[in-house]
């Protein structure tokens, strides 16, 4: 798929563009010593069969961390279930124009200006298309996240199912996997680590009300789910929510051609400032995960009190069609289908009617969701099982939030209960309240997986720390050959002075 730029603006596209960018990239590697020689040794019996690390999911936090690992000289490698080239939501199911983020953030750039998205843009499209762009398109983000796989030989393998992560006590977790690239066929993966680098939906997936689930499964979708449009043509739709899902699915409807929208919105006004940016500083990237819980949990809460904005272009986007229409302090407390086939919608202003309905209802921490995880969900520790949350401060979904190490590793609620389970690393969102937006913000990610791949390095070095000591023990190559030099005879030793004292001395007993 080829990026395109702002037609209005962009000039054609320059087919040196890119190759020369790469040369330079190519060249700051080089300058850089990336990626290092792998030096974590290799276990006998297991040889090449046993990653260091192993990392489930294959979007933009996936890629950042692999390439990082592998910079660092350890053998890692990414699953995903995805078809190439469509690993995470951007060309999938994310219905946004453009990305909320600035344009200037540097992303999962690991801090070499070659592999920037500006970098990549301008190389195609020059400065003057850089300078006219308010933000990035979604699916050139895209585009930008397959020629980075590209560009950094990434070792991904696609249409890879996760179907158990088995922690073992013997310092390996085992991955049980499914190949539909090969009929299905069932196989196993060891690595001494494995990363869960599973997006937004992380340890659990989309929510819905539970009286969602009586209406006709043709009916009604979540925004997060693959649905198509042009099915909405000519009907009602009504759109539960108020955040930027639920702007995105309402102007994909009604573009589509849809009827009317009717957004239900439970908040008598939609927030009106994204508070996460007042705290958008170097201090927070790196300094979050180690502030005391009280603090922690008093951001994150806050956080989730005041919501964040739908963004303004995306609410304009709705809001300019005739048919849209905003119900605000409009609670949805259930639904049923009638007769005739409508589905009647229970509100706080009373019945609405509507052909379709689309959840924009959020992500929860579900580990009933994940059977892949059913090997350790049970033993994990959340921040419920230590932290009381401060008075006027209940959250539950933060209470259920796993409550990881520094490494973002989990922890067991009962200490040896689940041997390996520290080798499973939480790198997706339910990681927020322990370490922040590393896991997953375009802003953070370089930090948040530098931070990550580094720790795990230092793991390997520490678990090998005797196996590296007799590999020094046993290194041999010599430095000189014994030749480089002819030894000295050596000269005999003169006291100056005391032979100066000697003759003063013979001076004053001479006649």
């Not at 994204?274 to 979050?288: E, L, Y």
């Not at 086939?341 to 579900?366: E, M, N, Q, W």
């Amino acid at each position: 798929m080829n990026a395109s730029p702002n037609p209005s603006t962009a000039p054609a596209p320059s087919p040196a563009g890119l190759p020369a960018l790469e040369d330079r990239l190519r060249q700051d590697l080089a300058w850089l010593g990336l990626p290092a020689k792998r030096w974590v040794p290799v276990r006998e019996g297991q040889g090449d069969a046993l990653l260091d690390v192993a990392i489930v999911g294959g979007g933009m936090a996936g890629l950042a961390l692999l390439a990082t690992l592998t910079h660092l000289g350890l053998r890692a490698r990414i699953y995903d279930r995805s078809p190439a080239g469509f690993e995470g939501p951007w060309a999938t199911t994310a219905r946004m124009e453009t990305l909320r983020s600035p344009k200037e953030l540097t992303g999962p750039a690991l801090g070499l200006p070659a592999l920037t998205f500006r970098a990549w843009f301008e190389a195609q499209f020059g400065l003057p298309a850089w300078d006219a762009l308010d933000k990035i398109p979604r699916l050139q983000w895209a585009d930008y996240l397959r020629w980075y796989r590209r560009v950094l030989a990434l070792d991904v393998r696609n249409e890879q199912q996760v179907a158990a992560v088995l922690p073992r006590a013997d310092g390996v977790v085992q991955l049980d996997l499914i190949d539909h690239t090969a009929g299905g066929r069932r196989y196993a993966v060891q690595a001494r680590h494995v990363v869960l680098a599973t997006g937004r939906d992380g340890l659990g997936g989309a929510w819905v009300p539970d009286w969602a689930h009586a209406l006709p499964c043709d009916r009604w979708a979540h925004s997060s789910d693959r649905w198509d449009a042009t099915r909405l043509e000519g009907r009602r739709v009504a759109v539960i929510g108020g955040g930027a899902s639920a702007m995105d699915a309402a102007a994909t409807a009604l573009e589509a051609g849809a009827a009317r929208a009717d957004l239900l919105i439970r908040r008598p006004d939609l927030p009106r400032v994204n508070k996460g940016k007042g705290a958008g500083n170097p201090g927070m990237v790196h300094g979050f995960w180690q502030l005391p819980d009280a603090w922690k949990w008093r951001l994150r809460n806050y956080l989730n009190r005041q919501q964040v904005p739908p963004p303004h272009g995306s609410t304009l986007r709705v809001s300019r069609h005739a048919n849209a229409h905003f119900h605000l302090g409009t609670p949805v407390v259930g639904a049923t289908q009638r007769a005739d086939g409508v589905l009647r919608l229970d509100t706080g202003k009373g019945p609405l009617a509507a052909d379709f309905v689309i959840f924009s209802t959020g992500f929860r921490t579900d580990w009933s969701q994940r059977p892949e995880f059913a090997a350790f969900a049970g033993q994990v520790r959340v921040w419920r099982d230590r932290f009381a949350a401060p008075e006027g401060m209940a959250d539950d979904e933060l209470a259920e939030s796993p409550d990881l190490g520094p490494l973002f590793e989990f922890q067991p609620k009962t200490p040896g209960a689940c041997p390996g389970l520290e080798r499973i690393h939480c790198f997706n969102y339910a990681a927020s309240l322990s370490h922040g937006a590393a896991a997953g913000d375009i802003p953070q990610i370089t930090d948040g997986a530098q931070r990550l791949a580094r720790g795990l390095a230092g793991k390997l070095l520490a678990e090998d720390a005797e196996l590296h000591f007799a590999a020094m023990q046993r290194y041999a190559e010599p430095e000189l050959d014994g030749d480089e030099w002819t030894p000295a005879e050596f000269p005999p030793y003169v006291d100056a002075e005391a032979e100066a004292k000697a003759e003063a001395g013979d001076r004053e007993v001479s006649p």
